[in-house]
């Protein structure tokens, strides 16, 4: 098992950056993607990567806004977000499945899950 604590959310205007982290603790020999979800909507594919780090996969949305990657020596995921958009508020969530080597974009493909950390950006 893992287990997934999120962290690096905040409020921030419209147009700046942050800097999401998940560090993970356990067996950390995972894929791992990062979803969204805001209020009343359903839970959003954001961005995977596999184990290697190799090819990240990421939602449409995106357009080259987010890098998700990975220090697996430090057991710890990231998403840097730029160039903000109050739409791109929610919850964030980052999450584990295997096998490592494969990523998806269906929540339910992934098996743990962490708490999240919440992201406003005002316009």
């Known amino acids: 098992q893992v287990q997934l604590v999120e962290s690096g959310g905040g409020l921030v205007q419209a147009g700046g950056s942050l800097r999401l982290s998940c560090a993970a603790s356990g067996r950390t020999s995972y894929a791992m993607g990062w979803f969204r979800q805001a209020p009343g909507e359903e839970r959003e594919f954001v961005a995977a990567i596999r184990w290697g780090g190799a090819s990240p996969y990421y939602g449409d949305f995106v357009k080259g806004r987010f890098t998700i990657s990975r220090d697996n020596a430090k057991h710890t995921l990231y998403l840097q977000m730029n160039s903000l958009k109050p739409e791109d508020t929610a919850v964030y969530h980052c999450?584990?499945?295997?096998?490592?080597?494969?990523?998806?974009?269906?929540?339910?493909?992934?098996?743990?899950w962490g708490q999240g950390t919440q992201v406003t950006v005002s316009s």
């Open positions: 999450a584990a499945r295997t096998p490592c080597t494969v990523v998806a974009r269906g929540p339910h493909e992934y098996e743990y």
